[in-house]
């Protein structure tokens, strides 16, 4: 079982920067893919950014690529989403999952454990 925390939201005007945090409880997450998915209203979650156990391998939404960088401390159990350079089109709640059963993925169907998202607004 994996308990997931998001925290970091907030409101910042375009071009700014916010760094997402994911806290994590549970024996299970040093060995999970973990992935951020975001989601607006009448939308359906919409990936992001995924990263594997050990970092070596990151894979970004082609809407981020450039701007948003996705990394994890396993001695912390925290996966963290720095975004830069942010649009008003980034608006939106930001969840957290992991997933212990692969490797990585950008499909929301194959993370198990959830967060309860947090809210980021980007004002022009």
């Known amino acids: 079982q994996v308990q997931l925390v998001e925290s970091g939201g907030g409101l910042v005007q375009a071009g700014g920067s916010l760094r997402l945090s994911c806290a994590a409880s549970?024996?299970?997450?040093?060995?999970?893919?973990v992935g951020w998915f975001r989601q607006t209203p009448g939308k359906e979650r919409e990936f992001v950014a995924a990263?594997?156990?050990?970092?070596?391998?990151?894979y970004y939404a082609d809407s981020v690529k450039g701007r948003f960088t996705i990394s994890r401390d396993n001695a912390k159990n925290t996966v963290y989403l720095q975004m830069n350079s942010l649009k008003p089109e980034d608006t939106a709640v930001y969840y957290c999952?992991?997933?212990?059963?692969?490797?990585?993925?950008?499909?929301?169907?194959?993370?198990?454990?959830w967060g309860r998202g947090t809210q980021v607004t980007v004002s022009s």
């Open positions: 999952a992991a997933a212990p059963r692969i490797y990585v993925s950008s499909s929301p169907n194959d993370y198990d454990y």
């Open positions: 549970g024996h299970t997450f040093s060995n999970s893919a």
């Open positions: 990263i594997n156990w050990n970092s070596r391998s990151t």
